[in-house]
């Protein structure tokens, strides 16, 4: 919506609270508003001025003429009979992205995207095939959370956020800091997971945060050969350059580093591979999720998904060398929610509906 004098309105999403103190405080005059303002947004998720029903009617109006609230629009939702929701959202140059809400017991995870598309290409992942996109900017990845959290109408006391939807969060650390920043007003950082494909410079910005969310490493492969196989990034990044960044990442009380491990049938499954990984690893503080593949026949048709028995082999070899382990058997695999299977579209033509 342009304003009065044709300039677009500045959007005030995904901004942290002291940033639209500084913003805000030259058009509401009182430092005492601005702080008001920035309350409604980043605590209470308003999605109007009109809601601010504590700032001063004329104030309000004044606020719509040179601001704007707008989160991405919803193109679609999908819910799984597991109870993963997915949405499809629209940007506003007409790209797409998804996320997913996967509940589990009491508490509620919401997987965001970080980008439309992906650079990095790794060979089994469908945004890796989209290409490389575009980073998203702050109110469109805050946006995600605002609008999950509005149509799911639940508590914000049970979220966990994971950077593990479409896009690699640290190629895109500016405004993923600034989202980070945003969030921690409702979000703990050791709620926060950021789900990398090994980007070393990316992981050394994430080290020096002063308020670090979670690190979770994509290794998929217990050695280079394969792993440059599988994610060609690891041709800049090299596993053994990983692994040293690795360990001397600081860690805070507590935490663990969470290595991820996409089970792809015999590629990196072979009755070794569990204790590669494990000696690959040790002396970290850390724990291993195995995602069995989340088959595409368009995308990758020879890689397949090894069968569960497997998968629970390869899980229980870790066990045995004394790894931590996870295995994520599916959420939403009959809407295609799972994390790791997100396409969005582009520029697509998708049918719409009314945001509710
Ligand atoms: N780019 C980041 C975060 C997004 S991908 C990263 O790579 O870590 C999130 C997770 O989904 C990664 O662990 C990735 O290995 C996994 N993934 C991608 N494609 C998948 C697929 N087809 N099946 C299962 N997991 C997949
Ligand atoms: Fe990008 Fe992660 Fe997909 Fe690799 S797995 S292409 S890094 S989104």
Not at 241 to 253: C, S, T, V
Request: glycine share 8%; proline share 7%; aromatic share 6%.
């Amino acid at each position: 919506m342009p304003a009065v004098d044709d300039r677009p309105l500045v959007n005030l999403v995904g901004r942290p609270a002291h940033d639209l103190v500084v913003l805000l405080t030259d058009s509401v005059r009182r430092p005492f508003y601005a702080r008001q303002v920035a309350r409604w947004l980043t605590e209470r998720h308003a999605t109007s001025f009109e809601e601010m029903t504590d700032l001063p009617k004329q104030l309000r109006s004044e606020l719509g003429r040179r601001f704007r609230i707008s989160d991405p629009e919803i193109l679609e939702t999908a819910r799984s009979r597991d109870g993963s929701v997915k949405w499809l959202f629209g940007l506003d140059d007409g790209l797409s992205v998804e996320a997913v809400a996967m509940p589990d017991g009491a508490k509620l995870t919401l997987c965001l995207s970080s980008q439309a598309g992906c650079a990095v290409g790794c060979l089994f992942c469908v945004t890796g095939a989209l290409g490389a996109g575009r980073n998203l900017r702050p109110d469109e990845i805050v946006g995600q959370y605002r609008v999950m959290l509005r149509d799911l109408a639940v508590s914000v006391d049970r979220v966990n956020i994971v950077f593990m939807g479409m896009g690699e969060p640290l190629l895109n650390t500016t405004h993923l800091g600034v989202a980070l920043e945003t969030l921690f007003h409702r979000v703990s950082p050791k709620r926060i997971t950021v789900s990398t494909s090994g980007i070393l410079p990316g992981i050394r910005w994430l080290a020096g945060l002063s308020r670090p969310p979670k690190l979770a490493v994509s290794l998929n492969a217990p050695d280079q050969e394969r792993r440059r196989f599988l994610m060609p990034i690891a041709d800049r990044y090299p596993l053994d350059e990983l692994m040293a960044e690795l360990r001397r990442f600081p860690l805070e009380r507590g935490r663990r580093i969470t290595f991820e491990y996409v089970l792809i049938r015999d590629v990196n499954d072979a009755p070794g591979d569990p204790q590669a990984l494990a000696r690959l690893i040790r002396g970290i503080p850390t724990k291993v999720n195995l995602i069995p593949l989340n088959e595409d026949a368009d995308h990758f048709p020879d890689l397949r998904r090894p069968d569960d028995d497997s998968i629970n082999r390869f899980a229980m070899a870790l066990r045995d060398a004394g790894i931590t382990v996870t295995v994520r058997w599916s959420k939403g695999l009959d809407v295609d929610a799972a994390c790791g299977q997100l396409k969005g579209r582009h520029q697509g033509s998708p049918t719409r509906r009314q945001a509710s």
